[in-house]
């Protein structure tokens, strides 16, 4: 069956310290592969997206993602977190072609400590 | 950028009410929509699916009758929640897609509409 799999439920980083969020999908082909975030009480925003081509995606807010196709993953990543990216961030994917509904996975809660 | 606007953001109703969520595509056609609900703590899960002007997909356990969703336009799709009951109470969000292959082809969201049953 088709899955997504955010490994890690909550994760904990300081202030300033780098970031990766781990996604690893389950897919007969490479899908289209998205990051969103999500605020308390908000919807969900996206980060960035890949469909095909530079397998190192540039997003908002600082972050980005590299697709490996061997790993069947797509990482998110950021340099240097700050405390505003407190929220929940969630990896899903569409099968390539994309006339499908999203995957999502689970979902990956960041905490910034001071 | 692609924009997604949902309407109301909060809704209290009472219990046997019907209310109406509003799901707009502000600046693209939106040849789909899709209707979500979110527990707490919890990944969101996908009620239905709907494209312009035709009946709505409606996922296994999800009543139709009970979440009517109407696609009428490419920019408007609406859930109305009948006969609403606390159980009923949640987060719904909803998103839109462009055609795939399109410049704006993607997965937008509205900022999600969380409804209290009393």
């Known amino acids: 069956a088709q899955s997504v799999t955010q490994p890690d439920i909550h994760i904990t980083v300081s202030e300033g310290a780098s970031l990766e969020l781990r996604c690893n999908y389950s897919?007969?082909?490479?899908?289209?592969l998205f990051w969103y975030v999500q605020s308390p009480g908000q919807g969900l925003q996206l980060l960035l997206k890949y469909f095909s081509g530079d397998t190192l995606v540039q997003g908002i807010k600082g972050f980005e993602a590299e697709f490996k196709r061997s790993q069947s993953s797509f990482n998110l990543r950021k340099p240097s977190v700050h405390w505003s990216d407190a929220a929940e961030y969630f990896c899903?994917?569409?099968?390539?072609?994309?006339?499908?509904?999203?995957?999502f996975g689970k979902g990956t809660m960041l905490l910034v400590s001071p | 950028g692609a924009v997604v606007s949902q309407h109301p953001s909060r809704v209290i109703c009472k219990s046997g009410t019907s209310v109406k969520i509003e799901c707009r595509s502000l600046d693209f056609q939106a040849t789909t929509m899709f209707w979500y609900r979110q527990f707490p703590k919890q990944s969101l899960m996908l009620m239905a699916t709907?494209?312009?002007?035709?009946?709505?997909?409606?996922e296994q356990g999800v009543e139709k009758d009970k979440f009517l969703i109407n696609h009428a336009s490419l920019t408007l799709s609406t859930l109305t929640v009948t006969s609403a009951h606390p159980e009923d109470s949640s987060f719904y969000i909803c998103?839109?897609?462009?055609?795939?292959?399109?410049?704006?082809?993607?997965?937008?969201f509205g900022s999600g509409t969380r409804l209290t049953v009393v």
């Open positions: 998103s839109a897609s462009a055609r795939p292959g399109q410049s704006n082809y993607g997965y937008t």
């Open positions: 897919y007969g082909a490479t899908p289209y």
């Open positions: 899903a994917v569409v099968p390539n072609g994309g006339y499908s509904t999203l995957t």
């Open positions: 709907s494209n312009e002007g035709s009946k709505a997909t409606y």
